[in-house]
Every structure is written in structure tokens, then in C-alpha cells.
């Protein structure tokens, strides 16, 4: 297993290489990160190329046992790119340039700028690509924005859009611009996104495109590296529920996925365990969906190392952090971990933006904890690395949807991501594990799919979920999906569209919940409140499962299910407050489907399996702050060394991992 940090040398003297140097290695750590923000320092003018200084950080690096993963540097432009071709500068939405000085501040649309990342990606490769010690390559860093809109990439878009629609007269049928006189005669008249409301359609398309420009800019890089670096693997840095790219297309070229994982971010995680957990739920999701998007184990490309800030800092990692975070990663799928950064810098932005090592430079006790927790995830390595994640639950995640619902929330209280956690919180409390998948993808391994605000659905989309529930599989899907087509346009069809034959039901009419006034809802004798959003459902061949009690809703239903071929259609048509409302209704759409559980767990305690040939292995984590009994499956306890079974005493924020033997 990788384990090491994210090192920049050309921050510090040279004569510090080597202390640095000894120090990972006695720490443990055999592998590094470097060079994805050092742009101007290999290529200080145009086409003049200095790596002299990174082969004598590789080599120290070697000398003691640590290899290199090198990143392409086209995060970050050097000043002399920004002055020459002032072309390759974003434009924001009011038509101004972004002013030179910060990061990803490039248009990846601009031809100038795709030539001189081809030309610095490709001068590395030619030059590290037989190094032995350099073992593969990140692509640029923390692909996404911006989002631009210069003359370049209006003409793109322009192109873009008549490639797709093929007449200009299609595309004024599709998005249907005879509202408000907007129908266009040639494809040069249509705009670009405007600063406030425009047409739906647009605005989607726009997205569409933003995120083809990012991943066609990336294959170009991938493309020279492995023309050049046959041996070497590819990997990317992507940022969890980030959703300004269509991450599928993006992990798509590359050998597998990386992800940047600040824990303690600064979006409050502080307080009680149970914050605590809920942030760890977060990531325990973000891991999985990581995972999901090549159905591949992951790595961390960066991990909380301690304090994080620019202008102000936030929290910092408590003792055991970095073993419990880093064992939580390791059981969802992650096969390499790298702590971000090895030292804090002195320099710049990121001087709060806190490493393994203070600004001193000195060991203390964040290097100690990192050691340790290298030295137990490198025992763990001879059983994990490989080890599959085998979920028969998957939760649709499609990132047209959550453009759709940026460019209309249907309620201001409304969040994509705190729904799907909602339904992934109720299996992570039974320790069932989970996949995401797209909404055309095969359904076939799984027995249980979610189809949380699956707000665009075609014929194709509709296709699958119909084979799916026939051949016996259970669907879960939650208001407002089905409601558009592909082009951001509502069906000509009543509610929920092409589902209203699996789910049984209708819906006419519908609304968005005052946060004032809430609605209760029966379900299985237990009163639970509705919010947010509000489908009203009509039965037609489903059963209701609850009802609204509010008088005015009586005739309506809240949750029904529908036999439909060998399979059940669940419908769920609101959002509830309570966590327990979850809870049973996955409890419920779990019977008889032969999924595996091991809960209700104890609050706070996460189960997590990956299955390695005859042997699983079980990651069994308290997230609390008090000792916690658990029933463990019997087995060797991997950190320990001992052999468990039945009811294990956890201690506080405490992780074990148990290797059971498949019969």
C-alpha cells in the first residue's frame, strides 16, 4: 500500500531535501506527490525547461524509499502565460476577465492554453517517462471551474450545439424558444448563459458543454502521457459530491480515481460526536461514490493533515483522527493514502493550510499519529489491497440532474446532496453497503436501487428501471423524478411520466412546503413530518403505505409501493424531517431481498466489508466518544492480532478490523 504526503522541494532550500527525505522514510512513507503547481518553475520562460532541480528531489526521495507520482502543472499558469496570450484568461458572466494572481483561472476552451499544457505535459513525459522512480501521473489538479464565458467559448458552444441539434430549427423545437420571441435563426445567434434566468434548455446544454470542454482538455494530457509513459498509471484528483463536472466522463480515460478528503473542513465540523459522525457519513458517501465511478478501488490523492485555512483556519485533527479517518478510507476502497501536505508552508495562499509538519519543520505529535497510522494501514495491506466492495444497494446519482435542479431548485430549501444522504445514513445504520450508479447504467447486480430526484428521465432511462423491476429488482423513487426530458423540458405526460407504469400511481398536481407550516404523515403507526417538497399521489395499482393527515391532503397519498413484473416500485412523495421515517421504510424494501445487514448498529457505529477471494473483511468503526458494544463477526482482528467473536467492547473512537473466512 502508498502511504506519504504531498511535498513541494521547491518551497524549501535544497539543503532541507534530504532531512525531509529521512523523515518520511522513517515514517513509513514510500511515495510522494509533486509538482502539479510548479509550472513556472520547470518552464521559467517559454520553451525553456529546467527539471534539474525535481530529478535531485526524486533521487533524494529514492535514496530513501519513496517514490514519486508527478503532477501535470496546468492548475496553476505561470505569469509570463497570462501576459503573452492574455487569451487563455476565464471570462466571468458580466464579461470581465478573472484578474491573474489566484489558481484555475484558465479557459479550457482556449486554444493557446491547450497548446502550452500539451507542450510543458509533454516536455515532462519525455523526460520522466523511464524513470523508475516516478510511478505515475496526476492530471492537472482539482478539475472543475471555471465556468467561462469568452468569445472562444461562445464559438465552441456555437459548434458545439450544431453538432448535437444538426438545424438550428430542432434545436428551436427542443427548447422550446418561442417563449419569449427567443427563436433563433442560425446557431451564431444563440448567447451564452446570461447573469440571471435564461431558458432552461440553455442553461443545461451550457453545463453540457462546460464539462466536455474540462474532459476533452484532460484527455489531451492523457493522451501524450500514455503515448510516452506506457508503464505508468494515470490518476486525477477529483472532490467528492463536486458537481460542476460530469464526473463519470472524467474518471472515464483514466486508471483510476483519486479524491482530495478534508475531513475537517471549514463547514463547522466541530462540537459533539454526533457532528462528528455526520461529516464522517459524508465522507464515508463521497468515498463510495469515488469508488463507483469505474467500479475501481480509489486513492487519496489528499488527506487532512491538520488545520485548514487561507485567511483563517478551522479545526484542527484530535489525537486518533488521523487512524480513524484514514482506516474509515481504507474501508471503503482506498488502496493509496497521501496526507496533504508534508510541510505548512511559508509562502502564499495555503500559510494556514496546515501539514504533517508545523512551519518549523519539527516532528511532533500530527507526524507521530500519521507514522502510526501508516505503519497499521501497511500491516492491513496484505489482506485489503485488491479487496472489492461488492454492493447489491445502488443510489442513482446523475450529474444532469444536479445541474437541473441549480438552474431550478422547485424549492429554495431544496439540496441534492442532503437528500441522497438521507436514504444512504438509513443503510450505513444497518451496515449495508452502497454504490452510485448513472441512470442508464446496468442494474442487474443490484437488488435494491434509489431513484432519489431522478429529475431527467428519457425512454432509455425508463427502459432500464422497467427491465430492472421486472426481473424481480426493488426501486425506491422519490418526488419529482421523472418530470423532464433530456432537454431540461417537462413531459407532455402526467406524473411521474415514463414511471407512471411501475409506480402505479399518478400525480396531477404537487408543491413546495412553507418551512412555516409543515405537514405530519401516518406511516406504520408512527406520525412523521413532511418538508421541503410535496408530490400528491394517486393510487392507481399501488398500495398506500402512508397518507398526509392534513384534511385538505386526505385523499392523497405520501408513500405507496406497486407490484410490477417479479419486482416492487416504491414511491416516496416528500422529504421527511425525521431520520426514522428512513429507517423504516428501508427496513421495509429490504425484506426478502436477501441483502446481508447488521444492524440496527449501535448509534455511531459504522460496519464496512470488502471481500478479498475466500475472506471478507470487516471494518468496524465507533465514531462516538464512549466505549460501544458491537456484535463482530468471528475472525482474526487484523491490527490486533487476536481472534474475535460475538459481543466486542469498542473503545472511544476506536476501529478494528476483522478478516472473517467465507465458507
Not at 464539462?211 to 505508468?232: A, G, M, N, P, T
Request: charged share 25%.
Amino acid at each position: 500500500m502508498y502511504i506519504g504526503a504531498d511535498y513541494y522541494p521547491e518551497h524549501w532550500p535544497k539543503e532541507r531535501w534530504a532531512t525531509d527525505a529521512k523523515l518520511m522514510k522513517e515514517a513509513g512513507f514510500n511515495i510522494v506527490r509533486m509538482a502539479e503547481f510548479a509550472w513556472a518553475k520547470m518552464e521559467p520562460y517559454e520553451g525553456q525547461y529546467d527539471f534539474s532541480w525535481l530529478d535531485e528531489a526524486i533521487e533524494i526521495l529514492a535514496d530513501n524509499g519513496v517514490k514519486t507520482i508527478l503532477g501535470t502543472p496546468t492548475g496553476c499558469m505561470p505569469a509570463w502565460v497570462a501576459l503573452k496570450y492574455p487569451e487563455v484568461i476565464a471570462v466571468d458572466k458580466t464579461g470581465h476577465k478573472t484578474p491573474y494572481g489566484n489558481r484555475k483561472d484558465n479557459c479550457s476552451t482556449s486554444l493557446s492554453y491547450r497548446l502550452l499544457g500539451q507542450k510543458i505535459v509533454r516536455a515532462m513525459a519525455e523526460h520522466f517517462g523511464h524513470n523508475d522512480n516516478v510511478i505515475g501521473w496526476q492530471t492537472d489538479n482539482e478539475l472543475g471551474g471555471p465556468n467561462c464565458y469568452c468569445d472562444t467559448c461562445k464559438l465552441a458552444w456555437q459548434e458545439w450545439l450544431e453538432e448535437k441539434y444538426k438545424t438550428i430549427d430542432e434545436l428551436n423545437e427542443r427548447w422550446g424558444t418561442v417563449f419569449w420571441s427567443h427563436t433563433y435563426r442560425d446557431f451564431n445567434q444563440v448567447p451564452l448563459p446570461k447573469r440571471d434566468s435564461s431558458n432552461p434548455s440553455l442553461e443545461l446544454d451550457y453545463c453540457r458543454f462546460h464539462s466536455r470542454q474540462v474532459v476533452s482538455f484532460q484527455k489531451e494530457h492523457i493522451d501524450i502521457l500514455k503515448e510516452i509513459c506506457k508503464d505508468k498509471f494515470i490518476t486525477h484528483n477529483f472532490m467528492g459530491f463536486y458537481d460542476n463536472i460530469d464526473y463519470y466522463a472524467l474518471a472515464e480515460n483514466l486508471d483510476f480515481v483519486s479524491w482530495d478528503y478534508y475531513y475537517n473542513g471549514s463547514w463547522g465540523n466541530t462540537g459533539s460526536w454526533k457532528n462528528r459522525f455526520s461529516r464522517y457519513n459524508s465522507g464515508a458517501a463521497a468515498n463510495d461514490l469515488m469508488r463507483s465511478l469505474k467500479n475501481k478501488n480509489f486513492w487519496i490523492m489528499e488527506n487532512s493533515a491538520g488545520p485548514l485555512g487561507w485567511e483563517c483556519y478551522g479545526r484542527n485533527l484530535r489525537p486518533g483522527e488521523f487512524k480513524h479517518m484514514s482506516l474509515q478510507n481504507a474501508a471503503h476502497g482506498a488502496d493509496g493514502q497521501i496526507w496533504f501536505r508534508w510541510r505548512t508552508s511559508r509562502f502564499g495562499t495555503e500559510q494556514y493550510w496546515h501539514g504533517i509538519l508545523g512551519h518549523d519543520g519539527l516532528p511532533g505529535r500530527r507526524y507521530n499519529e500519521a507514522a502510526a497510522t501508516g505503519a497499521i494501514l501497511q500491516k492491513l495491506s496484505p489482506y485489503i489491497n485488491g479487496a472489492e466492495t461488492i454492493a447489491k444497494v445502488a443510489i442513482m446519482l446523475s450529474y444532469e440532474d444536479r445541474w437541473a435542479l441549480k438552474i431550478q431548485k422547485n424549492s429554495n430549501n431544496f439540496d441534492y446532496e442532503k437528500h441522497i444522504m438521507k436514504y444512504y445514513k438509513a443503510f450505513s445504520k444497518l451496515g449495508v453497503d452502497v454504490d452510485f450508479v448513472r441512470p442508464t447504467q446496468d442494474l442487474s447486480k443490484y437488488k435494491l436501487v434509489i431513484m432519489p430526484t431522478v429529475y431527467i428521465v428519457t425512454e432509455e432511462i425508463a427502459s432500464n428501471v422497467k427491465s430492472f423491476v421486472e426481473d424481480g429488482g426493488v426501486l425506491i423513487s422519490t418526488f419529482r423524478t421523472g418530470v423532464k426530458d433530456s432537454c431540461n423540458v417537462p413531459h407532455a405526460l402526467t406524473l411521474p411520466g415514463l414511471l407512471r407504469e411501475i409506480t402505479g400511481i399518478k400525480i396531477e398536481e404537487y408543491e413546495a412546503i412553507d418551512p412555516d407550516n409543515l405537514y405530519e404523515v401516518e406511516m406504520d403507526n408512527s406520525t412523521f413530518t413532511a418538508e421541503i417538497l410535496s408530490d400528491w399521489i394517486i393510487p392507481e395499482s399501488a398500495k398506500v403505505l402512508a397518507n398526509y393527515t392534513d384534511k385538505d391532503l386526505s385523499d392523497y397519498a405520501t408513500l405507496t409501493v406497486n407490484n410490477f413484473g417479479q419486482g416492487r416500485a416504491y414511491y416516496v412523495g416528500t422529504s421527511f424531517v425525521e431520520e426514522e421515517a428512513y429507517d423504516k421504510l428501508i427496513e421495509l424494501a429490504l425484506k426478502g431481498s436477501g441483502i446481508k445487514t447488521f444492524g440496527p448498529l449501535p448509534e455511531g457505529v459504522e460496519i464496512t466489508t470488502r471481500i478479498n477471494y475466500d475472506y471478507s473483511c470487516y471494518f468496524i468503526i465507533n465514531h462516538t466518544d464512549e466505549i460501544t458494544s458491537v456484535e463482530v463477526p468471528a475472525g482474526l482482528e487484523l491490527i490486533s492480532g487476536k481472534e474475535v467473536s460475538g459481543v466486542f467492547n469498542l473503545g472511544p473512537r476506536d476501529v478494528i478490523v476483522v478478516k472473517h473466512q467465507i465458507m
